[in-house]
């Protein structure tokens, strides 16, 4: 059974940074191409990065480009999302997803995390 943990979150000030991880147990990890979502309370999912499993492709969403870096670990069964210059919406529970093919419709990612909580103030 694939799980995803995600951990990281938290709160920061607007121009402060956050990591966050995924551990991804079960399955092959390194065969797995992986994304990032969030979801803002009233608002839909959202896709935020992804990476594919050979590292080559790196997409991300027009509004966090420049500012996140998607990133992976094989030996450590890791994804990492990197976030700078937060700013206040970018408040959200962030989600790691795991999918066959790379993609940024979250309905083509197969497995999820729980979420971690970002919140950044004003």
């Known amino acids: 059974q694939v799980q995803l943990v995600e951990s990281g979150g938290g709160l920061v000030q607007a121009g402060g940074s956050l990591r966050l991880s995924c551990v991804v147990t079960?399955?092959?990890?390194?065969?797995?191409?992986m994304g990032w979502f969030r979801q803002a309370p009233g608002k839909e999912r959202e896709f935020v990065a992804a990476i594919s499993w050979h590292f080559e492709t790196q997409l991300y969403a027009y509004s966090v480009k420049g500012r996140f870096t998607i990133s992976r670990d094989n030996a450590k069964n890791t994804v990492y999302l990197q976030m700078n210059s937060l700013k206040p919406e970018d408040t959200a529970v962030y989600y790691c997803?795991?999918?066959?093919?790379?993609?940024?419709?979250?309905?083509?990612?197969?497995?999820w995390g729980l979420g971690t909580q970002v919140t950044v103030s004003s």
């Open positions: 997803a795991a999918t066959n093919s790379p993609s940024t419709v979250s309905s083509s990612y197969d497995y």
């Open positions: 079960g399955g092959t990890f390194s065969r797995y191409n």
